[in-house]
């Protein structure tokens, strides 16, 4: 090399040092391991690393025209008999992770779990009437299959009844309510591909065991320290801190990788809600953008750190907390936070205090495994002062923040503020969660205290518990000072996250019908890398009189001919008076009742792929055998069933006038939402090094009524108008 080069190289060198950490990064072609039951608990730690080969979903008894009818209760899939009215019928592999229900509602339940029924109750079934009244503490019966802190009643909760024990089902899995009134609820489960190898153990039908005592002792250790301590933890104290107001102050710089495992806060309880309005920033890898910044009180899971009634826990959740020690509050965060490079965490005092005094601590482990499984925590905040009439208020959209574009990881929850003066209805708002460019929202509740574990606004009370609560606020008529004005709640998602491999858009509405317009704002958080998991390789209209082209292949003897549907997705409602919120959509489709086969790309590295479709939901529980093979030829391999359980078409029953204990009633509901998606999963093993694949889907006629002699207004036929294929990918780190 000549002198002048060699002269460069060595200016470049000073200037530009390579960081000696990465050489330590080891990357991996292969998926992580996801926990799936109990060791989703277990294995909490892992939150951070991608779920490939998994999908979250959420479905509740909301009303199917987009209003509120009931508080979205009582709208039922189907009715098997009147003392089994289906609110959740899905097909395996899976889990469902979580359950709640207005109080006692519709107890008894059943479980059916792969055909095998289970009758569970609640200690009020019995005189439901008087139980309000009576009962002081109330249980799940059988108790010990359902124990604390995995389940909680509404003697607790304020208004419901939780349950968060895992129920795994190989095949099959149905919900149903033996009595009907007030039967509102919301179910989150996970899918996964059938065959799925990287999971972190078989799925077997629910053996009816109660959970693990390590799980148990796990969840009732929220609100302590439940991070790594110890040989291999670096520990950084700066105690004693003075923050100047406005202005901001780094509290530590860490090389990588690593993984910050708790950032915990004292601060004088004469301080403390002064302290909440303080900016936390924490930034990855010299990012270019802030993946933590937000304020410090929503960051730890409440719209203010008030306390008015000598509470010891403000937040007494498992990855956050906010604990009062005499003079003292404690705040306490323990989500695990990866990065590869360095962290800086820095804050700035927001109040009204020149200076305020602090004690911080953080904890750092190694990062433990390769780091392309991976992704950084975010907690992005939002803030709403004036919701748009008849738009949901969007809390995240991925595609917006932090530079947008295509992002993978996981939603694990979010705190929120939804009044700023005691005004509660604005609970009547559902959650809606889309992901992966679904125009059907893969998660749809039935309100806003729901969403935050209560119901019937919380009795205008607060509570915690370890994944959901209403830690501050008070009904305008109980105030005391004008800090019980502000209203917010938290829900943390932990074996109910949603992962996703594209982008993920997290909305609340504004009351029951987006009209409301209070002030809102909240943290949503999440993990995340800016690389997709999941990338579109093919998609086709299976309308399109081009389509008979060697690219697809699409071939259906028995389809009809198309037609065009003009009709809505299932969102929230589309017009109020003379103002549209959202249009209806046109698109042609076709129905078939025997087989259709066409043809599709891949990416040939591909980990399993994700198969969405776009059909009219008019047909009801749509089903069919999915099979696969090389688009060369050679043997079909069945994959599973793909079935999308009810119609437009519900049958409602909230029996008021006979209350409680009244039969079952047949009133039938049929919204103007037609249009719907649905996803179907396929394994690694039948795609992986292939670049294109065949695909049959077999009809499989559902002759089930809408209840007992009453058929569905459609017979049961399989619609299809759009396939989209998703290849799975495990991203690799620039």
């Known amino acids: 090399m000549k002198p002048r080069f060699l002269l460069l190289a060595f200016v470049l060198a000073m200037l530009f040092p390579s960081h000696p950490v990465q050489a330590q990064l080891e990357q991996s072609d292969e998926p992580p391991v996801i926990p799936v039951g109990l060791d989703a608990y277990r294995m909490w730690d892992r939150l951070p690393q991608h779920r490939i080969g998994a999908r979250a979903y959420m479905r509740s008894t909301y009303d199917r025209e987009?209003?509120?009818?009931?508080?979205?209760?009582?709208?039922?899939?189907?009715?098997?008999?009147?003392?089994?009215?289906?609110?959740?019928?899905?097909?395996?592999?899976?889990?469902?992770?979580?359950?709640?229900?207005?109080?006692?509602?519709?107890?008894?339940?059943?479980?059916?779990?792969?055909?095998?029924?289970?009758?569970?109750?609640?200690?009020?079934?019995?005189?439901?009437?008087?139980?309000?009244?009576?009962?002081?503490?109330?249980?799940?019966?059988?108790?010990?299959?359902?124990?604390?802190?995995?389940?909680?009643?509404?003697?607790?909760?304020?208004?419901?009844?939780?349950?968060?024990?895992?129920?795994?089902?190989?095949?099959?899995?149905?919900?149903?309510?033996?009595r009907t009134f007030y039967g509102t609820g919301y179910y989150i489960f996970h899918r996964y591909a059938p065959g799925i190898e990287n999971l972190s153990q078989p799925i077997h039908s629910w053996s009816k065991s109660p959970p693990a005592s390590d799980v148990l002792d796990l969840i009732d250790r929220s609100g302590t320290d439940i991070a790594p301590q110890g040989d291999g933890v670096e520990t950084i104290e700066r105690n004693g801190l003075k923050l100047k107001r406005n202005q901001w102050t780094t509290l530590a710089e860490i090389d990588g990788p690593g993984n910050i495992r708790a950032l915990k806060f004292t601060v004088p309880r004469s301080e403390a809600m002064d302290f909440g309005k303080a900016r936390l920033r924490i930034t990855w890898d010299d990012r270019w953008h802030a993946s933590v910044d937000a304020p410090v009180d929503l960051f730890f899971g409440t719209g203010l750190i008030h306390n008015d009634n000598g509470r010891e826990y403000l937040v007494r959740g498992f990855p956050l907390s906010i604990r009062y020690d005499g003079d003292q509050v404690h705040l306490d965060c323990y989500w695990p936070m990866p990065f590869f490079k360095n962290a800086k965490l820095e804050i700035q005092p927001r109040g009204e205090l020149e200076e305020t005094e602090v004690d911080c601590q953080v904890r750092v482990t190694p990062l433990e495994g390769p780091a392309n499984h991976h992704t950084y925590f975010h907690a992005t905040y939002s803030d709403h002062p004036h919701p748009v009439v008849g738009q949901d208020i969007t809390f995240l959209d991925t595609t917006q923040v932090e530079g947008g574009g295509d992002w993978s990881g996981n939603f694990v929850g979010m705190s929120w503020i939804f009044s700023r003066d005691g005004n509660l209805t604005t609970l009547e708002g559902d959650p809606r969660l889309l992901f992966d460019d679904s125009q059907t929202p893969q998660g749809w509740g039935t309100g806003t205290e729901e969403w935050g574990g209560g119901g019937d606004y919380w009795g205008g009370e607060n509570m915690t518990l370890p994944f959901a609560g209403h830690p501050v606020g008070k009904r305008k008529n109980r105030i005391q000072t004008e800090h019980d004005l502000v209203n917010s709640a938290y829900r943390f998602l932990i074996a109910d996250h949603f992962p996703f491999g594209k982008n993920a858009k997290i909305n609340l509405e504004h009351g029951a019908v987006n009209l409301h317009d209070q002030h809102y704002s909240g943290v949503v958080y999440w993990y995340g890398i800016d690389q997709p998991t999941l990338v579109l390789t093919d998609h086709f209209a299976a309308c399109d009189e081009k389509i008979e082209v060697p690219e697809h292949e699409y071939q259906s003897p028995t389809a009809s001919e198309p037609y065009t549907l003009v009709s809505r997705y299932e969102w929230g409602p589309d017009h109020r008076g003379a103002r549209m919120h959202f249009p209806a959509q046109q698109d042609q489709v076709r129905t078939m009742n025997g087989t259709s086969t066409f043809k599709m790309r891949l990416d040939p590295e591909n980990h399993g792929a994700l198969l969405r479709r776009k059909f009219d939901y008019q047909y009801p529980n749509q089903q069919a055998r999915v099979s696969v093979r090389p688009a060369t030829g050679g043997e079909w391999q069945e994959v599973g069933i793909w079935r999308t359980a009810g119609s437009n078409t519900c049958v409602y029953s909230y029996p008021r006038e006979a209350g409680e204990l009244g039969a079952a009633e047949h009133r039938v509901v049929t919204s103007n939402r037609r249009w719907r998606e649905a996803e179907f999963l396929l394994p690694e093993k039948l795609t992986r090094g292939l670049d294109r694949i065949e695909i049959r889907i077999e009809h499989l006629p559902d002759n089930r009524e809408l209840y007992p002699g009453h058929p569905f207004p459609e017979p049961s036929l399989w619609s299809e108008s759009r396939y989209w294929l998703y290849s799975y990918r495990v991203p690799q780190l620039p």
């Open 66 to 178: 987009g209003n509120n009818r009931s508080a979205d209760s009582s709208h039922y899939l189907y009715q098997e008999s009147d003392d089994f009215n289906a609110a959740l019928d899905i097909t395996g592999p899976g889990v469902v992770y979580f359950k709640r229900t207005n109080h006692w509602h519709g107890s008894p339940w059943h479980y059916e779990v792969d055909g095998q029924d289970t009758i569970v109750k609640e200690t009020a079934t019995a005189d439901p009437v008087n139980a309000k009244r009576d009962l002081q503490q109330t249980t799940f019966i059988p108790q010990e299959l359902f124990p604390e802190p995995l389940v909680w009643t509404w003697s607790t909760t304020k208004g419901a009844d939780l349950m968060w024990v895992p129920l795994p089902f190989e095949e099959t899995f149905r919900f149903g309510y033996g």
